[in-house]
Protein backbone atom coordinates (compact mmCIF):
# COMPACT_ATOMS: atom_id res chain seq x y z
CA UNK A 1 0.00 0.00 0.00
CA UNK A 2 2.83 2.61 0.88
CA UNK A 3 4.48 1.90 -2.54
CA UNK A 4 1.23 3.30 -4.34
CA UNK A 5 1.36 6.46 -2.13
CA UNK A 6 5.38 7.11 -3.18
CA UNK A 7 4.81 6.40 -7.03
CA UNK A 8 1.45 8.74 -6.62
CA UNK A 9 3.32 11.72 -5.00
CA UNK A 10 6.49 10.63 -7.49
CA UNK A 11 4.13 10.66 -10.60
CA UNK A 12 2.44 14.22 -9.89
CA UNK A 13 5.49 16.03 -8.90
CA UNK A 14 6.83 14.54 -11.95
CA UNK A 15 3.47 16.62 -13.87
CA UNK A 16 4.20 19.51 -11.58
CA UNK A 17 7.91 19.74 -13.00
CA UNK A 18 6.58 19.60 -16.73
CA UNK A 19 4.00 21.59 -15.76
CA UNK A 20 6.26 24.50 -14.98
CA UNK A 21 8.84 23.62 -17.92
CA UNK A 22 5.68 24.50 -19.73
CA UNK A 23 5.23 27.68 -18.52
CA UNK A 24 8.60 28.90 -18.40
CA UNK A 25 9.25 27.73 -21.93
CA UNK A 26 6.13 29.40 -23.33
CA UNK A 27 6.09 32.65 -21.25
CA UNK A 28 10.40 33.31 -22.56
CA UNK A 29 10.58 35.87 -25.49
CA UNK A 30 13.10 34.11 -27.74
CA UNK A 31 13.54 37.47 -30.07
CA UNK A 32 15.94 37.92 -27.23
CA UNK A 33 18.66 35.78 -29.09
CA UNK A 34 18.61 37.50 -31.94
CA UNK A 35 21.70 39.15 -31.38
CA UNK A 36 23.60 35.99 -29.94
CA UNK A 37 22.11 34.56 -33.57
CA UNK A 38 22.87 36.68 -35.78
CA UNK A 39 26.88 37.01 -33.88
CA UNK A 40 27.24 33.15 -34.63
CA UNK A 41 26.10 33.03 -37.98
CA UNK A 42 28.72 36.79 -38.38
CA UNK A 43 31.57 34.83 -37.08
CA UNK A 44 31.00 31.05 -39.01
CA UNK A 45 30.51 32.98 -42.34
CA UNK A 46 31.64 36.38 -42.36
CA UNK A 47 27.97 37.44 -43.53
CA UNK A 48 25.35 39.32 -41.69
CA UNK A 49 21.87 37.58 -40.99
CA UNK A 50 18.60 39.61 -40.84
CA UNK A 51 15.62 38.48 -38.47
CA UNK A 52 13.15 41.25 -39.32
CA UNK A 53 10.59 38.88 -37.47
CA UNK A 54 9.95 37.68 -34.03
CA UNK A 55 11.03 33.82 -32.96
CA UNK A 56 9.28 31.82 -31.77
CA UNK A 57 8.59 27.89 -30.78
CA UNK A 58 5.77 26.16 -31.14
CA UNK A 59 5.09 23.67 -28.92
CA UNK A 60 4.84 20.04 -29.70
CA UNK A 61 6.82 16.83 -30.02
CA UNK A 62 9.59 17.70 -31.02
CA UNK A 63 9.10 21.67 -30.94
CA UNK A 64 9.32 23.77 -33.89
CA UNK A 65 11.09 26.86 -34.21
CA UNK A 66 9.69 29.57 -35.73
CA UNK A 67 11.22 32.98 -37.82
CA UNK A 68 9.24 35.14 -40.22
CA UNK A 69 11.33 37.66 -42.72
CA UNK A 70 14.44 36.38 -42.54
CA UNK A 71 17.71 37.33 -44.78
CA UNK A 72 21.08 36.31 -45.41
CA UNK A 73 23.62 39.04 -46.91
CA UNK A 74 25.34 38.13 -50.29
CA UNK A 75 28.97 38.26 -51.18
CA UNK A 76 30.68 41.42 -51.44
CA UNK A 77 30.91 41.06 -55.34
CA UNK A 78 27.64 39.93 -56.03
CA UNK A 79 24.95 41.14 -58.10
CA UNK A 80 22.15 41.30 -55.15
CA UNK A 81 22.60 42.46 -51.75
CA UNK A 82 21.33 39.14 -50.35
CA UNK A 83 21.98 35.64 -51.22
CA UNK A 84 18.97 34.26 -49.34
CA UNK A 85 15.45 35.50 -48.34
CA UNK A 86 12.32 33.36 -46.73
CA UNK A 87 9.29 34.82 -45.65
CA UNK A 88 8.45 32.12 -43.32
CA UNK A 89 10.63 29.26 -42.05
CA UNK A 90 10.05 26.40 -39.62
CA UNK A 91 12.67 24.28 -38.18
CA UNK A 92 12.47 21.13 -36.00
CA UNK A 93 15.29 19.52 -34.73
CA UNK A 94 15.71 16.38 -32.79
CA UNK A 95 15.85 16.91 -28.76
CA UNK A 96 18.23 14.61 -27.52
CA UNK A 97 20.75 14.99 -30.09
CA UNK A 98 20.64 18.80 -29.31
CA UNK A 99 21.48 17.76 -25.47
CA UNK A 100 24.99 16.73 -26.59
CA UNK A 101 25.31 19.63 -29.00
CA UNK A 102 24.79 18.43 -32.39
CA UNK A 103 21.96 19.41 -34.17
CA UNK A 104 20.13 16.98 -36.44
CA UNK A 105 17.41 18.84 -38.14
CA UNK A 106 14.14 16.75 -38.62
CA UNK A 107 12.14 19.28 -40.81
CA UNK A 108 12.66 22.51 -42.46
CA UNK A 109 10.28 24.53 -43.98
CA UNK A 110 10.43 27.46 -45.94
CA UNK A 111 7.86 29.64 -47.12
CA UNK A 112 8.37 32.09 -50.73
CA UNK A 113 12.13 30.98 -50.60
CA UNK A 114 14.43 33.59 -52.76
CA UNK A 115 17.85 32.12 -53.02
CA UNK A 116 20.71 33.74 -55.37
CA UNK A 117 23.91 31.48 -56.39
CA UNK A 118 26.55 33.22 -58.40
CA UNK A 119 29.47 33.23 -59.77
CA UNK A 120 32.43 35.61 -59.92
CA UNK A 121 34.43 36.37 -62.67
CA UNK A 122 37.39 34.63 -60.92
CA UNK A 123 35.00 31.59 -60.05
CA UNK A 124 34.91 31.83 -56.59
CA UNK A 125 31.41 30.71 -55.49
CA UNK A 126 29.23 32.93 -53.02
CA UNK A 127 28.34 30.16 -51.49
CA UNK A 128 32.40 30.16 -50.37
CA UNK A 129 32.37 31.66 -46.62
CA UNK A 130 34.72 33.81 -44.36
CA UNK A 131 34.78 33.20 -40.86
CA UNK A 132 36.12 35.60 -38.79
CA UNK A 133 37.44 33.55 -36.34
CA UNK A 134 35.86 35.49 -33.17
CA UNK A 135 33.30 31.85 -31.60
CA UNK A 136 32.10 33.01 -28.31
CA UNK A 137 29.42 30.66 -26.47
CA UNK A 138 26.09 31.96 -25.43
CA UNK A 139 26.84 33.53 -22.44
CA UNK A 140 30.19 34.34 -23.32
CA UNK A 141 30.98 38.22 -21.59
CA UNK A 142 33.47 40.56 -23.41
CA UNK A 143 36.31 42.13 -20.75
CA UNK A 144 36.26 45.78 -21.33
CA UNK A 145 38.76 48.21 -19.81
CA UNK A 146 36.26 48.80 -16.60
CA UNK A 147 36.65 44.96 -15.54
CA UNK A 148 40.39 45.32 -15.33
CA UNK A 149 41.93 47.20 -12.53
Known amino acids: MRWKWILGIMAGVFVVLLVVIYIIAASYDYSKLKPWITDTVKDYT ?15 FPP ?5 DVAFQNAPWGSQPQ ?14 PLLSGDVVVQRLILLEPQ ?4 VSKSGQSNLA ?3 TGKKKSPGAHEKTGSDSQ
Open 46 to 60: GRELTLDGDIDLKFG
Open 64 to 68: TLVVN
Open 83 to 96: MAQVKHLQLRVSII
Open 115 to 118: FLLE
Open 129 to 131: FHA
